[in-house]
T-cell receptor
Framework: QKEVEQNSGPLSVPEGAIASLNCTYS??????FFWYRQYSGKSPELIMFIYSNGDKEDGRFTAQLNKASQYVSLLIRDSQPSDSATYLCAVNTFNKFYFGSGTKLNVKP | KAGVTQTPRYLIKTRGQQVTLSCSPISGHRSVSWYQQTPGQGLQFLFEYFSETQRNKGNFPGRFSGRQFSNSRSEMNVSTLELGDSALYLC???????????FGPGTRLLVL
């Protein structure tokens, strides 16, 4: 079992819609959770992180964490074609970062 | 504040050669991690250095090694290159434990 699991996609949404990206993790001892965006040929860039159960909002992005279900999600409101990228979920477990394989998001104009 | 820098950005080597990649973290960051990214395997953790000490290591063969200097700059070395070592090598820096990692632009290595 992988430490972090993501659906590889692609996830296709129309421009202006809400994109919902999901991630599950295996270790209950995981402490912090991150979402990165990676454009093709580029390095990952941090979108946001979350440590506590519940929602955390930053602009059009909302991260949701449910430690009981070992589940992290990222919602992107008013999706734009420029949001088309691969989204990586990362989990910090005892100071080791584990990355999911990423979900490819396509936002269609 | 300048971001993470990596040199070189692109590298072509042949099998059997060795290569050294360099990473300069964000000023003030003491932790440097290295990752290998390939289309088939995704991002895989190589090792992490903090204050010149290797604190964590992933599941890579001993051909992959690294070090960190007193100014937090880090180098990664791969000896006896194999075709399968062709990948994007990413360096990420953070302030310390549990802190957010910020990635450099990566070094794209092609082994022929």
């Amino acid at each position: 079992q992988k430490e972090v699991e993501q659906n590889s996609g692609p996830l296709s949404v129309p421009e202006g819609a809400i994109a919902s990206l999901n991630c599950t993790y295996s270790d209950r001892g995981s402490q912090s959770f991150f979402w990165y965006r990676q454009y093709s040929g580029k390095s990952p860039e941090l979108i946001m992180f979350i440590y506590s159960n519940g929602d955390k909002e930053d602009g059009r992005f909302t991260a949701q964490l449910n430690k009981a279900s070992q589940y992290v999600s990222l919602l992107i409101r008013d999706s734009q074609p420029s949001d088309s990228a691969t989204y990586l979920c990362a989990v910090n477990t005892f100071n080791k970062f584990y990355f999911g394989s990423g979900t490819k998001l396509n936002v269609k104009p | 504040k300048a971001g993470v820098t990596q040199t070189p950005r692109y590298l072509i080597k042949t099998r059997g050669q060795q290569v050294t990649l360099s990473c300069s973290p964000i000023s003030g960051h003491r932790s440097v991690s290295w990752y290998q990214q390939t289309p088939g395997q995704g991002l895989q953790f190589l090792f992490e250095y903090f204050s010149e000490t290797q604190r964590n290591k992933g599941n890579f063969p001993g051909r992959f090694s690294g070090r960190q200097f007193s100014n937090s700059r880090s180098e990664m070395n791969v000896s006896t290159l194999e075709l399968g070592d062709s990948a994007l090598y990413l360096c990420a820096s953070s302030l310390g434990e549990w802190e957010t990692q910020y990635f450099g632009p990566g070094t794209r290595l092609l082994v022929l």
